[in-house]
């Protein structure tokens, strides 16, 4: 793979400006004490920063079923579909594909750090998947259980100890993979190395920090705003802490703001017919709520 395509998949998805603002802003609707209680050991500021980070790195596990399926692409590798029904219930699956009739699915996950609550859950997760690819493809088939970061280990007795187990049962190879080994058994091992590398050159180039100003681009702020239910912006615009420590962070300019405040203004005075009587309601509050603020 080319770097600059690397590169563009990982910023695509990690640094997504599709519902990121929105996203937030329904984050601090619905749990305002989150980012500005009186019991909280960071302030304001430093909660949006946590947000927007543990946003990315959602998003970053993301880019990496991206670009591992490029890879199998190019290597080869034929890929299934990965929706499928089973027992009942709809089962998504990470990494399905095939290769010299070899049928392959892979449960990817970043990082091995779940919590022991989770661990058992995983597992068994994991034992269900195997047996929808049995029931659909056979047993000319092997399964992945497979972490991207191979410097997280945190579960993994008891995933070889639940894997001994299972081998018995399901008469397929089945891995454990942390990293590499992923790779070495799909006879790519040079991707790994790819990939190291790639990062390590993407790495000196990302933000220190998420940028927290979004009056950069108030446009596409604004396009994002206006996914936000009219009773979440009642919300926060009726909160004067969220007000003033928050909005007036993320708006400092307060472009977006005004923009917001037109948009609502030609929404109650040319198409309030199209709206529901709550949403009509809300949607007053806020314009006023809003216009007195400004």
């Known amino acids: 793979m080319e770097y600059n395509k690397f590169k563009e998949i990982l910023n695509k998805s990690v640094f997504n400006e599709i519902d990121s603002k929105q996203k937030l802003l329904e984050a601090i609707a619905k749990e305002p004490s989150r980012f500005v209680g009186l ?32 890879y ?19 089962l998504d699956i990470d990494q399905c594909f095939e290769k010299n009739n070899v049928f392959y699915f892979a449960e990817q996950k970043l990082r091995d750090d779940h919590d022991s609550t989770k661990k058992v859950g995983q597992f068994d997760n ?8 049995i029931a ?11 972490f991207v970061d191979p410097d997280m280990t945190k579960n993994e007795n008891y995933y070889r100890n639940r894997l001994e187990k299972t081998l018995i049962s399901k008469k ?3 891995h454990i993979c942390y990293g590499k080994p992923f790779y070495e058994v799909l006879d790519i091992p040079h991707v790994w190395d790819e990939i190291v590398a790639y990062l390590e050159k993407w790495r000196e180039g990302i ?7 979004f009056d950069l681009e108030p446009e596409k702020a604004l396009e994002q705003i206006k996914r936000v239910s009219a009773s979440n912006l009642q919300k926060i615009f009726s909160n004067d802490l969220i007000f003033n420590d928050i909005i007036l962070t993320i708006f400092p300019q307060k472009t977006t703001l005004y923009l917001l405040l037109t948009y609502i203004e030609e929404l109650l005075n040319v198409s309030p017919q199209t709206l529901k009587k709550a949403a009509l309601k809300n949607y007053q509050e806020v314009y006023n709520l809003l216009k007195n603020r400004l």
């Open 136 to 146: 659909t493809y056979g047993e000319n088939a092997e399964a992945f259980m497979f």
């Open 207 to 213: 933000p220190e920090f998420p940028e927290l100003n």
């Open 126 to 133: 994991f034992e269900n998947k195997i047996d929808l690819i």
């Open 72 to 90: 199998l692409t190019e290597n080869g590798y034929n890929h299934l579909p990965r929706r499928y029904k089973w027992q009942g219930t709809d």
């Open 39 to 70: 019991f909280r050991s960071t302030l304001p500021k430093m909660k949006l920063i946590q947000n927007l980070t543990q946003s990315q790195e959602i998003r970053f596990g993301d880019a990496f079923e991206i670009l591992i399926r490029e």
């Open 172 to 174: 397929i190879p089945i």
